[in-house]
């Protein structure tokens, strides 16, 4: 049977997400089999499964990527809870309308205004003023970050310059730039690791544009003053060795405590939404053939205001204050640890 003519599971009928960490993965016929580090065996229901998310420590062979592009079942690898995203493979599980609604908000002007509104709305619990462009937003924002920075440096007791982020000249930078930006490239590896899982495209933003993680920071900047910049001041406050990480231990079991994974996805929903309703077939869906032009899982086949209220929802629910995380890293040896490399390639 070619990859064609294999029958796939409606998106909506299968399992979320499953996370495999410190394990094998082999094909048994048709079945994925998972062996972990103390040798117990399981299969798991490839066509059942819409994303493996697979973590440090896991290996996976040629034959079980297959069975998984033949189901239609996406393979992004990860570190920790998705404090990284390192690749991912074909999203065949994923129907195109949300990428082509995605393109449709971001090419008119008035839309892709409302979904950069919805965005500050967000971030800053409060509407944005009327008659403002995109740039100016993105102006109002850079001063509201700067205090955000002071108040932040004032109330840890650490010392601010400013944001002074340079990669190439990583060892010249101070304690804090580098935790912060350990700590963005944490939140951006999650916030990636969703817009692949729910069939976006991480270059398409509404706020940055022109760049291939433009839609990657629209998304992190809701949670970024919120969550991992304070993550990365405390860290600090503790102490300038090693604090780097400390971030990433921190915001990793923070994302799990929290669930940022499985909101971000409802998150995008709701910024889209104030774009256009997601209640019917894009355009362009009209010269596709019927079985991709009526997708089973498409959001129109049920009712509109469902995905919008889950969404709105999930978005409100409150993160834990930065200063009551534990420093903690369970159920890992200290050789692990120690092989991680904090610094990623984003900001």
Request: aromatic fraction near 8%; proline fraction near 5%; hydrophobic fraction near 40%.
């Amino acid at each position: 049977m070619n990859t064609f003519d294999m029958p796939t599971m409606p998106m909506k009928s299968r399992l979320s997400i499953i996370d495999i960490q410190y394990a094998t993965i082999d094909v048994d016929g048709n079945a994925l089999v998972i062996t972990d580090k103390n040798g117990i065996t399981a299969q798991l229901p490839v066509g059942a499964t819409t994303v493996l998310m697979l973590e440090p420590g896991t290996t996976i062979t040629h034959a079980a990527v297959k069975l998984c592009a033949d189901s239609r079942t996406l393979i992004i690898w990860i570190g920790e809870a998705g404090v990284r995203l390192y690749s991912a493979a074909q999203e065949g599980g994923a129907h195109t309308y949300r990428l082509l609604r995605q393109a449709r908000l971001t090419l008119d002007p008035k839309k892709r205004l409302n979904v950069a509104r919805e965005m500050y709305r967000m971030r800053f619990k409060e509407d944005a003023p009327a008659r403002r462009s995109i740039q100016q937003l993105r102006g109002m924002e850079g001063a509201r970050v700067r205090e955000r920075y002071k108040s932040l440096s004032k109330e840890y007791g650490v010392e601010w310059s400013g944001r002074n982020y340079d990669r190439g000249e990583w060892g010249s930078q101070d304690a804090i730039n580098k935790a912060v930006g350990a700590a963005n490239s944490c939140l951006y590896g999650i916030c990636h690791a969703a817009i692949l899982i729910a069939g976006y495209s991480a270059a398409l933003g509404f706020i940055h544009t022109g760049y291939p993680l433009a839609f990657v920071h629209d998304l992190a900047d809701i949670w970024k003053m919120d969550l991992s910049v304070p993550v990365a001041f405390r860290a600090v406050a503790q102490g300038e060795h090693g604090a780097t990480e400390r971030v990433r231990h921190l915001l990793r079991d923070e994302f799990r405590r929290c669930g940022l994974l499985e909101r971000i996805i409802p998150t995008i929903e709701h910024i889209l939404n104030a774009g256009e309703p997601d209640g019917e077939p894009p355009e362009e869906l009209g010269g596709a053939r019927p079985d991709v032009a009526m997708p089973e899982d498409a959001p129109w086949y049920g009712p509109s205001s469902s995905a919008a209220e889950r969404a709105a929802a999930a978005a409100e629910l409150p993160l834990m204050d930065p200063r009551e995380l534990k420093i903690g890293v369970l159920g890992h040896t200290k050789q692990e640890e120690e092989e991680w490399n904090p610094f990623g390639d984003w900001e």
